[in-house]
């Protein structure tokens, strides 16, 4: 049985360190910029909106890149950025709706933040 190697079969791509050092300073960048949003109050909407798209472009940038996904075919790259684009949407908008029920979870919370069962009539 011959043995394959990656020259046989085509599949082995190499970057070069410099690409590999700017994605991961990237990387850094934006997990800083995500801290710095946490630090700057726009609102509990526009921190979750804002946070989420970071994530999202990190994920991009890690499965592109790292991941090796941005030299095989076009098509795979397409379905898999759309799906972590969903992704990231579906998960931003699950926790902003989440946030909008808060205002009446409030009342029933005990200092200890446990909840207590409402008052019956």
Same mark, same amino acid.
């Given at each position: 049985?011959?043995?394959q190697?990656?020259?046989?079969?085509? #599949?082995?791509?190499?970057?070069?360190?410099?690409?590999?050092i700017?994605?991961? $300073?990237?990387?850094?960048?934006?997990?800083?910029?995500?801290?710095?949003?946490?630090?700057?109050?726009?609102?509990?909407?526009?921190?979750?909106?804002?946070?989420?798209?970071?994530?999202? *472009?990190?994920?991009? $940038?890690?499965?592109?890149?790292?991941?090796? #996904? #941005?030299?095989?075919?076009?098509?795979?790259?397409?379905?898999?950025?759309?799906?972590?684009?969903?992704?990231?949407?579906? *998960?931003?908008?699950?926790?902003v709706?989440?946030a909008?029920?808060?205002?009446?979870?409030?009342?029933?919370?005990?200092?200890?933040? $446990? *909840?207590?069962?409402?008052?019956?009539?």
């Amino acid at each position: 049985m011959a043995t394959q190697n990656a020259d046989s079969h085509g #599949l082995a791509h190499v970057m070069s360190k410099r690409m590999l050092i700017g994605i991961f $300073l990237a990387l850094v960048a934006l997990t800083w910029i995500t801290v710095g949003v946490t630090k700057v109050d726009f609102g509990p909407t526009v921190n979750l909106v804002v946070a989420m798209v970071i994530a999202g *472009i990190k994920g991009i $940038l890690v499965v592109l890149f790292f991941m090796h #996904l #941005l030299y095989d075919r076009p098509f795979n790259m397409v379905v898999f950025v759309g799906c972590l684009v969903f992704v990231v949407i579906f *998960i931003t908008l699950a926790m902003v709706d989440s946030a909008a029920y808060q205002p009446s979870i409030d009342p029933y919370k005990t200092p200890e933040g $446990l *909840i207590k069962a409402p008052a019956q009539p």
